[in-house]
């Protein structure tokens, strides 16, 4: 019998990949929701290894600095048993070398500061500053997902502050694989916070006091944001309470994946799929 002393998600993960799991002890130590859960992860991993599911789990996590993306996508990737995990910011530092810098003055220059090749500090200027980049990324970020995701059929699990599904391809957003989230924190107070808590985690040579001078500008980059989200139907989710935040996610990631089982190959095809063809003369 498998020994539980505390909710570990690693553990779990452990037991989906290969050992025995006690569901009765997990109902008993973590409740219904858990257990449930993990029957679900396990079915799908299980039909994954048979073949007879054949579509992978594809989680994409925008939102502002600090607010939990990078490690809510690492999370759920070590809690679903995702071994690729993607980060935005490495992304655009790799983007930075191919693009050229004239055409795209904009995505050289932090986020906070596009605004200013666009004129005086508004609302209009971080919009259109912030927008500059979004173009970039989303549609480098978008390609990898239908390429190396729904082509290939790899799991992996993407977080980047730039997400803005209108930028999509509404055959992309409907995929079933295709779970995608954008995260905010509504206190202010608790934001600025969680910037300052960055150099322990994940930012450790500092840089925070910079987010917090830029706030005014990120704010209206989450609101653009959301708005964005809302009207495409993505889900968003508060940060202020962490677990009370990853259980809503993982609860919804749960329903979709029992829909890819039930699902299993996804038979529609992708413009980008028959650009990629064409591209590799296939």
Excluded at 92 to 109: Q, S
Excluded at 156 to 169: A, Q, T
Excluded at 261 to 266: L, R, V
């Amino acid at each position: 019998m498998l020994e539980y002393t505390g909710y570990s998600v690693d553990k779990i993960v452990k037991d989906i990949c290969g050992r025995e799991i006690n569901l009765e002890e997990i109902e008993k130590l973590y409740g219904s929701k858990v257990r449930k859960r993990v029957e679900i992860l396990n079915e799908y991993w299980s039909k994954v290894e048979s073949g007879e599911v054949r579509e992978p789990i594809l989680p994409i996590f925008g939102g502002m600095p600090s607010v939990g993306k990078t490690t809510t996508s690492s999370y759920v990737a070590r809690t679903l048993g995702i071994n690729i995990v993607i980060g935005g910011d490495g992304f655009r530092a790799v983007l930075r070398a191919l693009i050229d810098k004239e055409k795209n003055p904009a995505f050289f220059v932090s986020v906070y500061k596009a605004w200013e090749l666009f004129g005086e500090f508004s609302k209009e200027n971080v919009i259109k500053g912030f927008e500059a980049q979004a173009k970039i990324l989303n549609e480098a970020i978008e390609r990898l997902i239908v390429d190396r995701g729904i082509r290939d059929g790899e799991p992996m699990s993407i977080d980047f502050l730039h997400f803005l599904p209108s930028l999509w391809h509404k055959e992309t957003l409907e995929h079933p694989s295709v779970m995608p989230f954008i995260l905010y924190v509504e206190d202010e107070e608790r934001w600025k916070s969680y910037i300052k808590e960055r150099v322990k985690r994940n930012h450790l040579k500092g840089g925070w006091k910079r987010l917090i001078e830029a706030l005014e500008s990120y704010k209206i980059m989450r609101d653009y944001q959301l708005e964005d989200a809302k009207k495409h139907g993505i889900p968003v989710v508060a940060m202020d309470d962490v677990e009370k935040a990853k259980e809503e996610i993982l609860e919804i990631i749960s329903n979709k994946v029992k829909k890819l089982m039930e699902i299993k190959t996804w038979d529609k095809e992708h413009p980008l799929i028959h650009s990629i063809k064409k591209e590799r003369k296939e």
